[in-house]
């Protein structure tokens, strides 16, 4: 990307508050986010239209609550297949097998990886985004920006080839690993490549593998994954590429049949319907906000795609924005706010790369003690971990993203502290089937409060005389009444009784503590959410 001696363009005043660069994934939950909250984005891709890859094909547990909030889960659950489980083979034989459903029984109302496509994913939330009213301009492409005090100054190339200057508040770089949002912003993606090549081949064929299952083939030299994916015999083969296919040009899917025969034993392959190679990364932009751009998904992080989080992390970069963004384009929350972006994503980054490169390594070593350890040990200890339930959880909550937490964000704070096994600050509200009114009806919790704005749930304490934090509109606050089903499903989450939790509309806990101080709470807006000076005037104005 050049960034600057462009010829002088025709200045637009585009009448929008977010240009977000990229439509693929992240781009797209960004708009859609931004645009059900009455945010004007523009959102703009470089390709002719919609990507027909398939690439990424699992979808977490966490994504999928998001897509419920968002209204489009059923159309996921409907196209996709739900994984339910993983098998390990080694040396040709099923070693072990790993429950997905049992794990998050009670963590999630999506307790399984869905195998949906990344095309599938992006034309869902592409046409949601046209329903909200709103599209993206395809073969529209970022050339320049250049930051002002109060607006960034973007130069794109539109489907004419002619150029126009648009002038956004702020600019989201949802544009992948080749970020030129990042490149403009001077911010250092830093990491590596890995020496390997990995390949992905969807496929139509049938052999020793579990139906609708994933299943995991370990052998000396490395490993194949193969996805169930939609429709009979259908599944999607990954793996490294033999050392002698690597520089070779125009490869076809037929050069690595015979590796895959020798390590996964009889396959019978009818077709292949798509067929790529790439070369992995791994890193991390140093930063993923300068000044009024930002940036999310791969054009914040790359790593291998070991454990199917990479499109998953990047929805979830635009779910942590997008309210917080729309909090301050709409005057209700001073900029300072959006620094808890970056707070809270690095770390999950961080802690990602690290993790996936971890793993990549084991499974891709090709030192004779590496290969002893794959398929003698690792097919063992997942073996033992079948066994043991607690493992299970811990390994749920860290594949699903459901155990993502932001506790050293500034936006985490506790009034006093709670015993250590109960929900914290910063950490994903659990989710809970409870009774909000004495008579009522059994309700979701995650359904009930919506994602739109902030949520007091008081326990064992009164209701609040008044809008005791000043949140207006953004607040609502439930007293969960006492109850047997709610004292049971309170307990299975060992959140205690007397407490409180305000829960950001991301689902995550901003304050909580024992009992609910309207002083504390009002002090904790104003000096963590950065309630703007609208906000604070409207709450002192006698209503
Ligand atoms: C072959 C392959 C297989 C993969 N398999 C898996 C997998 O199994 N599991 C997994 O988790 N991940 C996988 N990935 C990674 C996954 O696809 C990415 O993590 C995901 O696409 C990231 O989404 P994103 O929206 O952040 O970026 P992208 O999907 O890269 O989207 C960026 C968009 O920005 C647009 N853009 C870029 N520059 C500009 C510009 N200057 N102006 C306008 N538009 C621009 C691009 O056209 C593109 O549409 C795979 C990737 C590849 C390439």
């Known amino acids: ?13 585009m009448d929008t508050d977010v240009l977000v660069i990229g439509a693929g994934p992240t781009g797209l939950m960004l708009a859609n986010q931004l645009v059900r909250r009455g945010v004007r984005t523009l959102i703009i891709d470089r390709h002719i239209g919609p990507s027909i890859e398939t690439r990424a094909l699992g979808v977490q547990a966490r994504t999928l609550e998001i897509y419920s909030q968002l209204g489009i889960v059923d159309r996921a659950l409907e196209l996709g297949k739900r994984g339910t489980g993983g098998n390990i083979w080694a040396n040709g034989r099923r070693r072990a097998r790993v429950g997905l459903s049992d794990a998050g029984q009670k963590v999630t109302p999506y307790p399984f990886l869905l195998i949906l496509g ?9 046409d949601h985004l046209r329903a909200l009213g709103s599209s993206v301009q395809w073969n529209t492409e970022l050339i320049s920006l250049t930051q002002q005090a109060d607006s960034v100054n973007a130069v794109l190339r539109l489907p004419d080839g002619s150029r126009r200057n648009v002038l956004a508040p702020w600019v989201a770089g949802c544009d992948g690993a080749r970020s030129g949002v990042r490149e403009a912003s001077a911010i250092t993606f830093a990491g590596a490549a890995y020496e390997h090549v990995f390949f992905v081949a969807d496929t139509e064929m049938t052999g020793s593998m579990v139906p609708d299952e994933l299943n995991v083939y370990l052998f000396q030299d490395g490993f194949h994954l193969l996805f169930p994916m939609r429709g009979k ?7 490294i ?38 070369r992995i990364h791994h890193r991390r932009a140093v930063r993923f906000r300068d000044r009024r751009c930002f940036l999310l998904g791969d054009a914040a992080h790359i790593h291998s795609p070991v454990g199917a989080q990479g499109m998953n992390t990047g929805l979830q970069d635009a779910y942590n924005l997008a309210w917080k963004l729309a909090m301050v384009v709409k005057g209700q929350a001073e900029p300072a706010l959006l620094d808890s972006y970056e707070q809270e994503r690095i770390p999950v980054a ?21 290969g002893l350890f794959r398929t003698q040990i690792l097919a063992r200890v997942a073996a033992m ?16 993203q459901t155990g993502i937490r932001y506790p050293k964000s500034f936006l985490s704070k506790s009034l006093d502290s709670l015993p250590e096994s109960a929900p914290q600050s910063g950490d994903r509200f659990p989710w809970l089937r409870l009774k909000f009114a ?48 709610n004292d049971v499903e309170l307990g299975r989450a060992q959140i205690p009784n007397p407490s409180f939790y305000l829960i950001r509309p991301d689902g995550y806990v901003g304050l909580c503590g024992r009992r609910f101080s309207a002083d504390y709470a009002r002090a904790y807006a104003s000096q963590s959410l950065h309630l703007s000076a609208t906000m604070r005037a409207s709450r002192a104005a006698p209503s």
């Open 1 to 13: 990307m050049v960034a600057e001696n462009w010829p002088a363009a025709q200045e637009v005043r």
């Open 118 to 126: 990344q095309d599938d994913n992006e034309r869902i939330m592409g």
């Open 233 to 239: 015999d259908h599944w999607r083969i990954a793996g």
């Open 241 to 278: 590429l033999p050392p002698a296919l690597r520089d070779q040009p125009d490869l076809k899917f037929d050069a690595v049949i015979p590796s895959l025969h020798t390590e996964a034993g009889a396959l019978s392959i009818r077709s292949c319907s798509w067929f790529s190679t790439y």
């Open 350 to 370: 961080e802690a990602l790369l690290n993790g996936t490169d971890r793993a990549f390594r084991v499974v891709v070593s090709t030192t004779w003690l590496a």
């Open 385 to 400: 971990v079948v066994n043991s339930n607690a493992v299970q959880k811990r390994a749920f909550r860290l594949i699903s």
């Open 438 to 485: 004495a008579n009522g009806p059994i309700e979701d919790l995650f359904q009930k409060i919506g994602d739109t704005r902030f949520n007091l749930i008081l326990i064992g304490q009164p209701p609040l005389a008044e809008d005791g934090i000043g949140l207006g509109d953004l607040l609502r606050t439930h007293v969960i009444p006492s109850d047997p089903v």
